[in-house]
């Protein structure tokens, strides 16, 4: 790595007062053509192009980016990283990226601030208990690190919830994944921006693809807003864009994209140490190193690319949390933003091939794909570079829908994902 | 939040309708002839538009009717609303 971040760096760039940093990543001008492009400059698409660059010996790839990198979802979300969910398959998929995830600060000598302070999911209802147990069997037999907890021990564990049983949702347990956590997203996606573009790759900011080259049944290249660039391996990676990508190449997929919110409040001191998420009063929250209560609220009930979200929904979420955490009720909320999520069927992923040949696609994240980026990027990557998938993400393919093999993780995902 | 203009009852808060997702996907006729792929077409597969949309609403916290709208899911602007069976505006493409 031409400039390697140490304490000595530190020291070093503090005498001519941090004036004197590398750029962390290139700017260039698109070439005539690529080995590879990859459609999106967010965690997934960034990550996919450092393992293509790193594991697969592809050096002349380019990463395409309408906006700036890591500005679409890697920026919107609140940073949940956990890997309890339901089937084999995606115990596979989100427990790779959380093994990545462990290492990833080392990896790309950049501080992406993983901080494993455990994530719980609230039970509420005897279903809810009923479930949640299963769950975490199935999580054990996967090797996947799960304990229940009854109220009591979910009160010891976060003491400022409201575990009275008069509230209209009473806490009657739940489950704790200590491995999981939250991570720093910004710098996920400049962690990756920095390392690929140390291998040679060419990130490309404010580059929209206006369209899809065919001959036949395969790739030839991308139309885009900095003109026509030749390539034949596409790799789309859009998330709430999907679809529209998709449509250029003439093909449908199984995505709705829906507008999904999150807020911040006023920094405060530490007051909650780890997350919490309750599915069935959708409401979940952490605290961010600087202070600040991450709130996640749902989508809205109808597509619309608008970045918004209802008001009525950030108002049920805050509604929940102000029974389950009675503390807060003076908090004042600083921001609200919205981020389009692209929501598959079954709330899984789809890493796969399509039938037009070097044409990939890694979409279907919904409101859950942060907990994945680096599982994502290393498996779409080897997705891209062999033409097959990796025994990992064989289960998310496309043809899923035909066959109708699904990989129902409604109960894990929910709106919390 | 946006308004919808429910052809039963007038214009109302869109809290109070549930989206029934993309119009005009036709139930298929003989349901035992379909291949799988035409079975994942009529199921899954969605035309997911940024632009203008054909849609089905229901007004489930009012008359608890169903009905059509037009509407760009660029900016949520609602652009036409016509009743079920009603043939869509041809104005919009």
């Known amino acids: 790595m031409k400039n390697k971040y140490s304490v000595f760096s530190l020291i070093k760039n503090a005498f001519s007062q941090h004036e004197n940093w590398q750029q962390a990543w290139g700017n260039p001008e698109p070439k005539k053509e690529y080995d590879a492009i990859i459609v999106g400059g967010g965690g997934h698409g960034l990550a996919t192009a450092y393992y293509l660059a790193k594991k697969h010996n592809l050096k002349n790839i380019a990463v395409l980016e309408k906006g700036w990198i890591g500005g679409g979802n890697t920026g919107r979300n609140t940073t949940i990283i956990r890997s309890n969910y339901l089937w084999d398959a995606s115990a596979g998929l989100y427990d790779h990226a959380l093994k990545l995830w462990e290492n990833l600060s080392q990896e790309l000598n950049y501080n992406v601030m993983f ?16 479930d949640l147990k299963r769950r975490t069997h199935a999580n054990r037999l996967n090797g996947i690190d799960a304990v229940w907890l009854n109220t009591e021990e979910v009160k010891k564990f976060c003491p400022i919830i409201n575990t009275s049983p008069n509230i209209r949702y009473p806490v009657l347990g739940g489950t704790l994944q200590r491995r999981a956590g939250t991570a720093r997203h910004d710098a996920v996606a400049w962690g990756y921006a920095r390392g690929a573009s140390d291998m040679g790759v060419d990130i490309i900011q404010n580059c929209e693809v ?96 608008t970045q918004r979200g209802s008001h009525n929904i950030v108002e049920e979420t805050l509604k929940a949390i102000l029974e389950l955490y009675p503390i807060f009720s003076r908090m004042k909320m600083l921001r609200q933003w919205g981020g389009i999520v692209d929501i598959c069927p079954d709330a899984s992923p789809i890493i796969s091939k399509t039938n037009i040949k070097g044409l990939y696609f890694n979409c279907g994240w919904g409101t859950g794909g942060f907990k994945a980026t680096p599982g994502s990027g290393d498996l779409f990557a080897h997705t891209i570079a062999n033409d097959e998938p990796h025994k990992l993400n064989a289960a998310f393919n496309l043809n899923r829908f035909v066959s109708g093999d699904l990989v129902d993780e409604h109960g894990a995902a929910a709106v919390a994902h | 939040m946006f308004l919808i203009n429910c052809p039963f009852c007038g214009e109302r808060d869109q809290s109070e309708f549930s989206s029934g997702g993309e119009a005009h996907i036709v139930r298929p006729k003989q349901p035992t ?35 059509n709208v037009v509407r760009d899911t660029s900016n949520d602007k609602i652009l036409s609303v016509y009743k079920m069976g009603e043939k869509p505006p041809v104005n919009y493409k």
């Open chain 1, 210 to 305: 206006k369209g899809i080259k065919r001959n036949g049944d395969r790739v030839e290249g991308l139309e885009t807003t900095k003109g026509f660039i030749k390539t034949n391996k596409i790799g789309v990676v859009a998330a709430g864009h999907s679809s529209v990508i998709a449509n250029m190449a003439g093909l449908k997929l199984p995505l709705e994209s829906k507008p999904l919110q999150a807020l911040v409040s006023e920094p405060v001191k530490p007051i909650i140490d780890t997350v919490v998420m309750s599915n069935a009063v959708h409401a979940y929250v952490s605290q961010s190193d600087k202070g600040e209560l991450v709130i996640g609220a749902g989508t809205d009930s109808y597509v619309s690319y």
């Open chain 1, 115 to 130: 901080s494993q302070r455990g994530v719980m999911n609230l039970a509420h209802n005897l279903q809810d208990v009923r």
């Open chain 2, 33 to 67: 002839e379909l291949s799988d792929d035409e079975w994942a077409e009529y199921l899954f597969m969605r035309k997911n538009i940024k632009g203008i949309q054909f849609e089905r609403w229901n007004h489930v916290h009012g008359c608890r009717k169903w009905f």
